[in-house]
């Protein structure tokens, strides 16, 4: 492939690094599981909310943008525990049978989540220490830009860290030399497409999970975003301006031609809260309950700054460098090549190692809970 761009392009070459190895999105992906405990209680209050009032005997739950690895089970395992918790409370003869959808773009390493579901049941049969309902899973691939289950057959959607990707990168951003994401030398046609695009494609995720919703069904949603309503924000470019930074000291040195940087762009928007709001009005199918900001550290991990800048360890075996790899490598490596790949990350290492001991650096995270209307 040539150049990422159409929406067939994104949906071959985005995913995670599958498997459980060192540069896998599953032994890689701390920072997106703090994210997630940071919204523990949007949850709780979703699905507590939607079990109280509608006491299903079937609970159809989707996670959107599922991925790979201890992540993808631990929405669902705090699920079940809220759920059968509330039924003891209630003191409800049964538990309700669960039906776990798990999305993601086709090339996802679904059998990862597979191979790993036996061992999941265990360990929750362990925490739990009662019977359950019966529990099921299904793996379903395929973008939740557009419909991916049948009319009102879910009570609960839940994604995290996923809807700040795009379905495609934004057309007519040849002009955004030197950069691969929305920065601040960006020309105003480019910061105009970007927008335009996130509008056209939150706006279609929100159509389509109207439809699939059954009324009263509850959304819990985390993406990555900013908090300033300038569409160039430090809080939402700065991680990208510096892989953009990585990759043209690379194009200075002749490691990478500068026609491969300037036709690179990233099929990622991280909105502000106000436009994330406003998509959700036009729609009209979704009443708002709560839109939260939040941060996480660049630094997910103690141990940050006791690494070797050369191999990229950390001596809690983590760091924010190996992260943005899991989630960026397919991309660059179709892109670029895998020729150039580990010096890419080492450069971008050092960059993130400096910038980290300077300035307090942090994703910003906008979590929305909504209720389908009735
Ligand atoms: C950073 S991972 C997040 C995984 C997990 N939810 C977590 O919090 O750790 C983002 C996931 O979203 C998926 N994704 C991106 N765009 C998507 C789309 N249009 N439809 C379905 N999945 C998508 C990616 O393939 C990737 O697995």
Redesign the pocket.
């Known amino acids: 492939m040539e150049k990422i761009e159409t929406r067939k392009d ?2 071959q070459v ?3 690094n599958g498997g459980t190895g060192e540069t896998s ?1 599953a032994k890689n ?1 701390l920072l ?2 703090k ?2 405990s940071l919204t523990k209680a949007l949850r709780e209050e979703a699905i507590t909310s939607l079990y109280l009032k509608k006491v299903p005997r079937i609970l159809s739950i989707a ?7 201890p ?2 089970f631990m929405v669902i395992s705090e699920i079940i525990k809220t759920v059968e918790n509330l039924c003891r409370e209630m003191k409800h003869k049964e538990s309700p049978e669960y039906h776990f959808f798990m ?3 086709p ?2 390493d679904f059998n990862s989540i597979f191979k790993s579901l036996g061992s999941f049941k265990e360990k929750l049969s362990d925490e739990i220490e009662a019977e359950t309902g019966p529990c099921f899973f299904t793996g379903v691939p ?4 557009g419909r991916v289950f049948p009319t009102k057959t879910l009570h609960f959607v839940h ?5 700040h ?1 795009l ?1 495609r990168v934004p057309q007519g951003v040849e002009n955004n030399k030197g950069n691969i994401y929305m920065a601040r030398s960006s020309p105003s046609n480019v910061l105009k497409a970007y927008y335009e695009e996130f509008q056209k494609d939150f706006s279609s995720f929100l159509k389509s999970r109207a439809k699939e919703l059954v009324e009263g069904g509850k959304m819990v949603l985390t993406l990555l975003g900013r908090t300033s309503e300038v569409q160039y924000s430090e809080d939402g470019c700065d991680i990208w301006d510096l892989l953009a930074l990585a990759l043209s000291d690379m194009v200075s040195e002749g490691k990478i031609n500068e026609e491969k940087l300037d036709t690179f762009n990233l099929p990622l928007y991280q909105p502000s809260p106000s436009e994330v709001r406003l998509e959700v009005l036009k729609e009209g199918s979704f009443t708002i309950n709560c839109l939260e900001i939040s941060e996480v550290h660049w630094n997910a991990h103690d141990g940050w700054n006791a690494f070797d800048s050369k191999s990229l360890d950390s001596v809690g075996g983590y760091n924010v460098t190996k992260c943005m790899r899991a ?1 960026n490598e397919p991309l660059l490596i179709t892109h670029f090549g895998e020729a150039v790949i580990d010096e890419i990350f080492r450069r971008y290492h050092a960059i993130l190692i400096d910038r980290t001991s300077k300035n307090n650096v942090k994703f910003i995270n906008l979590s929305i809970s909504m209720t389908r209307n009735e």
Do not use: P, R
């Open positions: 994104v949906a985005l995913h995670m999105y992906s997106q599981q994210a997630i996670d959107l943008g599922c991925s790979s690895g992540n993808t999305n993601d773009l090339e996802n395929g973008s939740f830009y994604s995290s860290y996923s809807l990707w379905s989630v």
